[in-house]
């Protein structure tokens, strides 16, 4: 086996386990995606349950039109069926029109030596829907500007979109019963700052 089958093997979920079943990925208008382009990852077959018991309303929220299951995963396939995850859709950011992954804005941030903990939410906007907002805990005695770390980002060759607009920098950030950050809370936090009017 070669250095790169083992990276996609180590790397991903590998293609679909059953003959019947099909996956795709699709954007958030519900339309299919081209091969290696992150979006939702939809399923239908044999594996996948019909739906929720006389609830049709519920059932139009986890199916599309044509009768997959959406997952909630965001993925990319590639060319040779094989899927890769790369987060949630509740882990993103819908920026006029574009969906960014908080995810991996997290992972840039997290890169910076004076970070100790962060969380990226959607903070919502007027014109474009969401900008992005990051929750920052410093390391004990390390300064760290809202300036310094979009720096640190650009360096990093950060896009434009993955680039946040406002810094919130507090002592801890709020976590969950099973121990992940707890981004409704700071969105209802931000909202609070941002006296908005939901």
Do not use: W
């Not at 009768?67 to 890769?84: H, S, V």
């Not at 995850?85 to 509740?90: E, S």
């Amino acid at each position: 086996m070669t250095a790169i089958a083992r990276t996609i093997v180590c790397t991903t979920v590998g293609r679909k386990d059953c003959p019947y079943s099909d996956f795709k990925v699709i954007n958030q208008y519900g339309e299919e995606v081209p091969p290696g382009t992150e979006g939702e990852l939809v399923t239908k077959g044999p594996t996948i349950f019909t739906g929720y018991f006389k609830s049709p309303d519920d059932n139009a929220q986890i199916f599309t039109n044509d009768g997959y299951y959406k997952t909630g995963d965001l993925a990319r396939i590639d060319e040779a069926g094989i899927i890769t995850l790369t987060g949630r859709i509740k882990e993103t950011i819908l920026r006029g029109g574009e969906t960014i992954s908080a995810i991996g804005i997290e992972r840039l941030i997290n890169s910076h030596p004076a970070v100790a903990d962060v969380a990226v939410i959607g903070m919502p906007d007027k014109d474009l829907g969401e900008r992005i907002c990051a929750y920052i805990v410093r390391k004990a005695g390390m300064a760290l500007t809202h300036e310094e770390m979009v720096a640190h980002l650009k360096k990093l060759g950060a896009s434009v979109m993955q680039l946040p607009e406002r810094t919130e920098f507090v002592e801890s950030i709020p976590s969950t019963s099973v121990g992940k950050a707890d981004k409704k809370m700071l969105k209802q936090d931000i909202v609070t700052k941002l006296n908005y009017a939901v």
